[in-house]
């Protein structure tokens, strides 16, 4: 059952062209210039016409639901608030009618993301959910919603599941800013033919996965790690960190880059590997010169870079390529050699890294 992979997160991973594409299926459709998501038709013009909205989630969805407020703010100029469930459950959130709450969910079973549907319900918002387990119980009590089929996800660290929800997400944002009338058609046209070189482009971050393997090798004995990202590669660093942290053990810390120089930059010496997104977009100048400062501090840079770059590779100790495609899709690549970095370090460490200590893949206690 695990197709010949010696963990299912792998298989997950190796998962990725096709999930996507499973999650496109139906929906996307660059010929024709269709973009659909049947689930939300009834809501298109609720969240078209909505003043905020807040999307809830626990773990590597909430770090979806990080990229989603960078695409929803970009494309369809609605402001958006990322909470953590938890948080927001237990305090006297300001929700009004007419407010869209976006619930983030793989397993559709998360306690708090459940609590914190109920309590936004109750003040009159427009409950969405963004799930993989179809039948799941947050489906069930949402207003409508998209899942995102990315099919059974066992692993319990998340992979295939958080490029599913970034894609679904993507999709919203698009349907939303075209029916506000603000997306170009020739913008809305290249996004969807953009979406649909997204499986083949993931296929080719897998190609490096031998080498990201020789990269592991040179950090299994690491005790921390940082991740840097800025915009829509901040929440990438944070996911990757935490991929990194529940299953090889070790301790690691994403950062927006900028926050750096106001503490972070003070751990930094040359036993201290700091994992840079550097893909070439609006910020590429600003994390050039975020490198610069952990090599002068000797810290070792492993970057995740856009194809073809020129200068990170003469600064960095490693680079791994990623093909270029549209800025706001860029998570979309930019977390796949995050997800294998942490996979091969804690094999080598002799990690259950399917089963990992202390962790269960649905969290339905609070
Ligand atoms: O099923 P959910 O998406 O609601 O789960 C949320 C988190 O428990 C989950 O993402 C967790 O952080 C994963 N182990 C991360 O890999």
């Keep these: 059952e695990k197709g010949g992979y ?13 999930s996507v594409k499973d999650c496109f299926r139906g929906r996307v459709n660059a010929d024709e210039g269709h973009l659909v998501l049947g689930g939300l038709r009834e809501y298109l013009d609720d969240i078209a016409k909505s003043q905020r909205i807040v999307i809830v989630a626990c773990g590597t969805s909430w770090h979806a639901g990080l990229v989603a407020e960078y695409v929803f703010e970009e494309l369809a100029r609605i402001p958006v608030e990322v909470e953590y469930a ?5 305090r006297n959130p300001i929700i009004k009618e007419g407010d869209v709450v976006i619930a983030i969910s793989q397993s559709g079973e998360t306690m708090d993301t459940l609590a914190a549907i109920e309590l936004a319900k109750s003040k009159g918002a427009i409950i969405l959910g963004v799930c993989n387990a179809v039948g799941s119980s947050i489906p069930r009590t949402t207003h409508a919603g998209a899942y995102t089929h990315a099919g059974p996800e066992i692993g319990v660290a998340s992979t295939k599941a958080f490029t599913a929800q970034v894609s679904v997400l ?17 913008t809305f046209r290249r996004f969807l033919f953009e979406l ?12 490096n996965a031998e080498k990201i393997k020789e990269i592991s090798a040179l950090f299994s004995e690491a005790r921390n790690f940082i ?7 901040f929440p990438v660093a944070l996911e990757g960190a935490l991929k990194l942290k529940e299953i090889s053990y070790i301790h690691a810390e994403g950062y927006p880059a900028a926050e750096m120089k106001h503490g972070p930059i003070a751990l930094i010496d040359e036993d201290m590997p700091v994992v ?7 910020s590429y100048e600003k994390i050039v ?29 490693h680079v791994i390529e990623i093909p270029i495609t549209h800025e706001v899709l860029t998570p979309l690549l930019s977390v796949i050699p ?14 259950n890294v399917d089963q990992p200590r202390n962790l269960a893949k649905s969290v339905t206690v609070e």
């Design 6 to 18: 010696e963990h299912f997160m792998l298989k997950e991973i190796f998962e990725q062209p096709r």
């Design 86 to 90: 938890s948080e927001f459950r237990y």
């Design 170 to 186: 993507t999709l919203m944002a698009i349907a939303v800013a075209r029916r506000k009338g603000i997306l170009h058609e020739d």
């Design 196 to 207: 649909e070189r997204i499986p083949e482009k993931i296929e080719k971050v897998l190609k």
């Design 227 to 233: 991740y840097l990202g800025r915009g829509l590669n």
């Design 276 to 282: 840079f997104i550097a893909t070439r977009d609006q």
């Design 289 to 317: 010169s975020n490198i610069q400062e952990v090599k002068a501090r000797k810290g070792k840079v492993i970057a995740v870079v856009t194809e073809g770059d020129k200068l990170i590779p003469t600064m960095a100790d």
């Design 338 to 351: 995050l997800q294998l970095l942490s996979y091969h370090i804690a094999v080598m460490r002799g990690c």
